[in-house]
């Protein structure tokens, strides 16, 4: 099986910065896209941003400009720089891969962190 394990969550006043980290692990032949997305109370989990294994990036309205996402390829690990939060912001944050593995075909798969909890206080 395949795990992720989302670092860096925590509490920040408005304003504020904080680096989330994901590393996937376990029996991986490759990952195309891994992101971030949330999920606050009473709301669906959205995409934060999302980057391919090219680089290409895609960001939701509500955080461009203030988020970063970025990727370490040869450490199956995905960042997401987070600046100038906003209380809007508080939720948990799920990281995300599209993993490929052989069982024994190839085989694409979805998969999520458990989460990390961020609060923003205003």
């Known amino acids: 099986q395949v795990h992720l394990v989302e670092s860096g969550g925590g509490l920040v006043q408005a304003g504020g910065s904080l680096r989330l980290s994901c590393a996937a692990s376990?029996?991986?032949?490759?990952?195309?896209?891994m992101g971030w997305y949330r999920q606050a109370p009473g709301y669906q989990r959205d995409l934060v941003a999302i980057i391919a294994s090219g680089g290409n990036t895609n960001y939701a309205d509500s955080v461009k400009g203030r988020v970063t996402i970025s990727r370490d390829s040869a450490q199956n690990t995905v960042y997401l720089q987070m600046n100038s939060l906003k209380p809007e912001d508080t939720a948990v944050y799920y990281c995300y891969a599209e993993v490929l593995r052989f069982a024994p075909g190839p085989t694409w798969s979805s998969n999520w962190g458990r989460g990390t909890q961020v609060t923003v206080s205003s």
């Open positions: 376990g029996i991986i032949s490759g990952i195309n896209t």
